[in-house]
Nanobody, 122 residues
Framework: VQLQASGGGLAQAGGSLRLSCAAS????????LAWFRQAPGKERQFAAA??????SIFNADSTRGRFNMVRDKDTVYLDMNRLEPEDTAVYFC??????????????????WGPGTLVTVSS
């Protein structure tokens, strides 16, 4: 499975931005696709995830009510609304090929795409 993230850029606080993660290869094996983010000087953290088959969304506390995910075939979108300067980070999409309930643990993901930078100005 190959993942390619895109859509990062500069946004103002309170604004919106959409990221894309295009999956290719054996996408039928994907069970969960997640977005993680790494702010400057901090560890990478879970942001949100989508169940590949059901479309159910899982959010971190920090993104709940502001970030949503949508899947369209083999592309997953992360819609980020009411952006805050604290959302500034490099965003990575990751795919899990195993059926499990845990979606927020980084080490469980099998494939990762290169990151895309999101900068939110105040």
């Amino acid at each position: 499975v190959q993942l390619q993230a895109s859509g990062g850029g500069l946004a103002q606080a309170g604004g919106s931005l959409r990221l894309s993660c295009a999956a290719s290869g054996r996408t039928f094996q994907i069970t969960t696709l997640a977005w993680f983010r790494q702010a400057p000087g901090k560890e990478r953290q879970f942001a949100a995830a989508i169940d590949w088959r059901s479309g159910s969304i899982f959010n971190a506390d920090s993104t709940r009510g502001r970030f949503n995910m949508v899947r369209d075939k083999d592309t997953v979108y992360l819609d980020m609304n009411r952006l805050e300067p604290e959302d500034t980070a490099v965003y990575f999409c990751a795919a899990d090929l195993h059926a499990r309930r845990e979606v927020s643990t980084e080490r469980l993901y099998d494939y990762w795409g290169p990151g895309t930078l999101v900068t939110v100005s105040s």
